[in-house]
């Protein structure tokens, strides 16, 4: 399963690569508006890519005309809800009102005692046991797709 990087958290999160990316965002609590509802006509879901833009599904031509349209550079952005995760190495860059709550669960949780057992809502796999450390390391793991 690929992984991203998200900045400017610096946080990594697992993401299905048969899943579109937006989906995988939303799993992790990333706020990220989709006035069309995923069909790639608004552009209000893109992001920038700083890093690994070939680790991603290639560019369709909704995508490249919705880019167009908003004014975003087609070599810097791309459509979360048009685009999947490939492989390692995509780094995207995150604003303010995209990473508001996922900062929140962080500064919530993050080296915090678990005050019960953490479970991943889709494995549940048991992530941390009551009274143990969640570690960032957990906290990305909880917020991946798998």
């Known amino acids: 399963m690929p992984r991203i990087k998200l900045e400017p958290l610096g ?3 697992n993401v299905s690569a048969k899943n579109r990316l937006w989906r995988s ?3 992790a609590k990333v706020e990220l508006v989709a006035t069309c509802q995923g069909q790639g006509t608004c552009g209000t879901c893109a992001l920038r890519v700083f890093e690994g833009a070939n680790c991603l599904s290639p560019m369709q031509t909704l995508e490249q005309i919705t880019l167009k349209n908003t004014r975003r550079d087609l070599s810097l952005y791309r459509l979360t809800c048009q685009a999947s995760v490939l492989e ?3 780094v995207f860059y995150l604003d303010n009102k995209a990473d508001k709550k996922l900062a929140q669960i962080f500064e919530r949780l993050k080296n ?3 005050p019960r057992n953490i479970y ?3 494995t549940n796999e048991l ?3 009551e009274g143990n450390l969640i570690t960032q390391e957990i906290l990305e793991r909880l917020l991946s797709d798998s």
């Open 127 to 129: 992530l941390v046991q």
């Open 120 to 122: 991943h809502p889709i």
């Open 112 to 114: 915090r005692i678990a």
């Open 25 to 27: 965002l939303k799993h």
């Open 88 to 90: 390692d190495g995509v």
């Open 11 to 13: 946080i990594t999160i």
